[in-house]
Nanobody, 114 residues
Framework: QLQASGGGLVQPGGSLRLSCAAS????????GGWYRQAPGKQRELVAT???????NYADSVKGRFTISRDNAKNTVYLQMNSLRIEDTAVYYC??????????WGKGTLVTVSS
């Protein structure tokens, strides 16, 4: 139901943009979010965006990451700037529909390394 893309290898200080597209005409994203899981660590919240555009960020990414959405495309984005080595993780998108059902996309790997 959710297709995540945009991960890759980037140098510290670089940028990447992740996309999360919901497939299927029956599912519309109410609240979209990005989570990440670094090796040996638990999955953590990165950012969320509501249907009205209200955003929420983890303290570690505030000022560097921006979550946004395109309701017409049923897609949620995560623009990541000033990337740090500690941002290296598998990033997962999550979409909660208006019925409350939650879907997870397959993870996309982001590696920040020089």
């Amino acid at each position: 139901q959710l297709q995540a893309s945009g991960g890759g290898l980037v140098q510290p200080g670089g940028s990447l943009r992740l996309s999360c597209a919901a497939s299927g005409s029956r599912f519309s994203i109410n609240v979209g979010g990005w989570y990440r899981q670094a090796p040996g660590k638990q999955r953590e919240l990165v950012a969320t965006v509501s249907s009205g555009g209200t955003t929420n960020y983890a303290d570690s990414v505030k000022g560097r990451f921006t979550i946004s959405r395109d309701n017409a495309k049923n897609t949620v984005y995560l623009q990541m700037n000033s990337l740090r080595i500690e941002d290296t993780a598998v990033y997962y998108c999550n979409g909660v529909g208006y019925s409350g059902v939650s879907y997870w996309g397959k993870g996309t790997l982001v590696t920040v390394s020089s």
